[in-house]
């Protein structure tokens, strides 16, 4: 008859907590968090947007953007965003809903949806819903969009791609 030894019950403990630690530690460091004051900026970010661009403040606009910062595939730089947001139309108002805002490696990636209101008609009209989907950098002056695309949303369908860019 074999007798237990408590003391490989001990290191079979040990072992198996330095184990889960380590697996603790690896996710940890694969997966980045955001802290309370990112989302925080994220969000002032995104609740500026919309000010700058419908009051025609091309600089302002543009300084919401990183120097190479795009918006869709045809308006890349700071000049080209600045001449962006001053041909605007002025009849619109844009309206942001509430964004999802994931970590990544890079920053932050980003997703809302869009109102557009045409103000030009009483009452006003809501013309247009659209998603943009946005990756965010952290930079020495703040959080800035590096890009911004938009896109239909249909949020009539689960499935669409709303639902489908954030993963």
Known sequence: MTTSNPFSYFL????????????????????????????????????TYPIVLDSGDGEAFADLFTEDGAFGDKVIGRQALIEFATREPRNIRHAPLTPLIVPTETGAKGIVVNLFVDVSESPAQ????????????????GWKFKSRVNGTADLRDPKSTLYQEIN
């Open 12 to 47: 079979t403990f040990l072992f198996l907590i330095c184990f889960w630690v380590s697996i603790q530690i690896s996710y940890a460091q694969k997966t980045k968090k955001l802290k309370a004051d990112d989302y925080t900026e994220i969000l002032q970010l995104y609740f």
């Open 126 to 141: 809501i013309t247009r819903i659209s998603q943009y989907t946005d990756t965010l950098v952290k930079t020495s002056k």
